[in-house]
């Protein structure tokens, strides 16, 4: 996941860009440490038309303001254009709302992060330099919330070009598709990601090009749905057990991988219905209401905790609320608040999970799903508080990082794409 995973616990020295991957050992249940992790860069910016460049802390008179261009990049004014062109909308609430600044600072941040490239990033450090299918699609839905669907086709292409013949996707892939940087073990929730950012991104469109939109990635939402009905044709409804956007190996099923996975056979069955495949969306209803059930019964009994046996709630909650599901069920919302409570951090943001590493660090992708539930579920004063949590959190460049220190300090890498994604979605959502 962006907003480093437990797998993706990468400490990058503080002199440069060398990594070392922390083991798995400490994640959850660590005594309180408040560590002082290095904000590794306040940006990252244009240097030429091809070239991007990490932009340290106290560095940031180096960038044009209002971009992510340097002043010292080769037809920096070219560049600076570009991008203004490239984020230009005409969405009222992009224009008025009142986070001025958040808004153009997670847009740039996309834009930075994704201008050039088939499909975003999900940041610029080394080992961020990636697609993330996850991210990808929150990113493809936070541009279409923007009134910048314009922008989106690449992502849905790239992904259809990479989903394995099994109809599984990778945890990451290379910035090109070319393949994948690691080992780590393929993941079942992007099969549920996709379709429903699919759907989210094609209402978004006007009604005469929603079909053809649709049909062009039809054979990736056939895919993802074969897959997810044979993985959950078992004796709990449930799939196997597999790695979610925690990204480590597990021996029980999680709310995070189940969750996806719901909200991509509502999205498909609606999706498939627009371009005339009934049958193979009667399939997909089917099973989502088989799956549903099967989520209410593992993992309501406990308050939808990250597993059916407990442990603690994490963000996957959020999963299960608009804008990932129809409507709002009120022992969901419970959970979702009770799981509010157990994330908070000393700086106000939101860990990972009540059981994540008890180090006082917020994340910003977390606060900002968070935020976008609230602004969904009614709780306009709660989704407008992190936002401006997040809005004051950001760097001195602008951008959002990934995570916030117990003392307030921006740390870790930024910009990061799901971050600035989700803040654009909560952003349509209360003002659009």
């Not at 203004?84 to 224009?95: A, M, T």
């Not at 279409?144 to 292409?157: K, Q, W």
């Not at 597990?250 to 609606?270: D, H, N, V």
């Not at 460049?397 to 989700?422: F, H, I, M, N, T």
Request: proline share 9%.
């Amino acid at each position: 996941m962006p907003g480093d995973t437990p797998s993706r616990r990468w400490l990058l020295r503080a002199g440069g860009l060398g990594v070392a991957v922390a083991g798995t050992g400490a994640v959850i249940g660590s005594p309180r440490q408040d560590p002082t992790v290095p904000l590794y860069m306040s940006t990252v910016a244009r240097s030429s038309s091809k070239s991007l460049v990490a932009v340290a802390a106290g560095q940031e008179n180096r960038v044009i303001p209002g971009s992510r261009v340097l002043h010292a990049a080769e037809d920096a004014h070219t560049l600076f254009r570009r991008q203004q062109q490239w984020v230009s909308s005409e969405r009222p609430w992009v224009r008025e709302n009142p986070f001025p600044n958040l808004t153009r600072s997670a847009l740039l941040d996309i834009c930075v992060l994704f201008d050039g490239f088939p499909a975003p990033l999900a940041g610029w450090a080394p080992l961020w330099r990636h697609v993330w299918p996850r991210d990808a699609c929150h990113v493809a839905v936070g541009l279409a919330a923007a009134g910048l669907a314009r922008h989106t086709d690449s992502v849905f292409t790239f992904l259809s070009r990479v989903q394995r013949v099994d109809g599984r996707f990778e945890a990451r892939y290379l910035p090109d598709g070319s393949g994948v940087p690691d080992d780590r073990p393929v993941q079942l929730d992007g099969t549920g990601w996709v379709p429903w950012a699919l759907d989210a991104v094609a209402q978004r469109l006007p009604a005469a090009d929603q079909a053809q939109f649709i049909a062009a990635h039809g054979p990736m939402v056939r895919r993802c749905v074969h897959t997810i009905v044979q993985e959950t044709d078992t004796r709990t409804g449930l799939p196997a057990p597999c790695p979610d956007y925690w990204e480590r190996p597990e021996r029980e099923i999680t709310l995070g991988t189940a969750a996806p996975l719901l909200a991509g056979l509502r999205a498909a069955a609606s999706l498939l219905r627009v371009i005339g495949e009934d049958e193979l969306a009667t399939v997909a209803g089917t099973r989502a209401k088989a799956l549903a059930e099967a989520i209410i019964t593992a993992f309501g009994p406990a308050g939808y905790p990250r597993y059916p046996s407990g442990r603690g709630r994490d963000t996957a909650v959020a999963f299960l609320l608009p804008p990932y599901a129809p409507t709002t069920e009120p022992l969901v919302l419970k959970a979702f608040h009770q799981a509010q409570d157990e994330m908070l951090r000393p700086a106000g943001g939101l860990a990972p999970g009540a059981q994540w590493r008890d180090d006082g660090i917020s994340w910003t992708p977390h606060t900002a799903s968070f935020a976008l539930a609230h602004a969904l579920t009614g709780q306009r004063a709660q989704a407008e508080r992190l936002l401006r949590w997040l809005d004051t959190h950001r760097t001195a460049a602008g951008s959002l990082p990934e995570k916030v220190l117990a003392d307030g300090s921006p740390a870790a890498v930024a910009p990061l794409a799901w971050s600035a994604a989700q803040v654009l979605s909560c952003l349509e959502a209360l003002y659009g």
